[in-house]
């Protein structure tokens, strides 16, 4: 069992930046491959970024990619996601979640665990 919590949204105008974290309780976090989502108002869940147990391999959403940075602390149990030349269009939730048996995957039945997400909103 994982529980993830995410934390660092908020408000910022275009073109700044914010990081992301998102904590994740027990043990055996270098276990589960990582990946962040978002999800604007009226629309589904899509892939942002995803990262490999060891943080050796990263994957991007054409959308954000060359802006954002998704990277992962194993000793302290934390993934981040650093976000730069923000857009409006990145206006959403963004959500953290953890499985164990597919890296880079931009798949969402395919992780075990989510976050209750982070607002971040972008003002143009």
């Known amino acids: 069992q994982v529980q993830l919590v995410e934390s660092g949204g908020g408000l910022v105008q275009a073109g700044g930046s914010l990081r992301l974290s998102c904590a994740a309780s027990g043990r055996t976090f270098s276990s589960y491959a990582m990946g962040w989502f978002r999800q604007a108002p009226g629309k589904e869940r899509e892939f942002v970024a995803a990262i490999s147990w060891s943080g050796g391999s990263t994957y991007y959403a054409d959308s954000v990619k060359g802006r954002f940075t998704i990277s992962r602390d194993n000793a302290k149990n934390t993934v981040y996601l650093q976000m730069n030349s923000l857009k409006p269009e990145d206006t959403a939730v963004y959500y953290c979640?953890?499985?164990?048996?597919?890296?880079?995957?931009?798949?969402?039945?395919?992780?075990?665990?989510w976050g209750q997400g982070t607002q971040v909103t972008v003002s143009s």
């Open positions: 979640a953890a499985n164990q048996y597919y890296s880079g995957s931009y798949s969402l039945p395919e992780y075990d665990y």
